[in-house]
């Protein structure tokens, strides 16, 4: 518990910023992956999707859907992991979490071994 905790959701316009952030108190030896998943209204845990990811050796992967619009970074020092989401569009409504686990990026939100309680995103048009 409390291993990442989210903040900076809320609601804005289409087209407005957001700003997420993620502080994480779970420490890693070795490769590990963090990432941005969310899921949207009336959905199911099992359809949780990937927005973005980071893995400990900087290589990052968006999911198609973000076209350029959404930027993952992390901080070491602070261990903050952070979404900066620019354009968004009412359909990228939905709670968003952040994820961890050791070793390689992994597809499936089910392979990840820690999760935040989310934060909720509204995009109004």
């Known amino acids: 518990q409390g291993h990442l905790v989210e903040s900076g959701g809320g609601s804005v316009q289409a087209g407005g910023s957001l700003r997420l952030s993620c502080a994480r108190s779970?420490?890693?030896?070795?490769?590990?992956?963090m990432g941005w998943f969310r899921q949207g209204p009336g959905k199911e845990r099992e359809e949780r999707e990937g927005v973005a990811r980071i893995e400990s050796d900087g290589t990052i992967k968006y999911a198609d859907f973000v076209q350029g619009r959404f930027t993952i970074a992390e901080d070491n020092a602070k261990y903050m992991l952070t979404l900066q989401m620019n354009n968004v569009k009412p359909e990228d409504t939905a709670m968003y979490y952040c994820?961890?686990?050791?070793?390689?990026?992994?597809?499936?939100?089910?392979?990840?071994?820690?999760w935040g309680q989310g934060t909720q995103v509204t995009v109004s048009s």
């Open positions: 994820a961890a686990r050791s070793g390689s990026c992994a597809d499936s939100w089910s392979l990840y071994e820690y």
């Open positions: 779970v420490r890693f030896y070795g490769r590990y992956c």
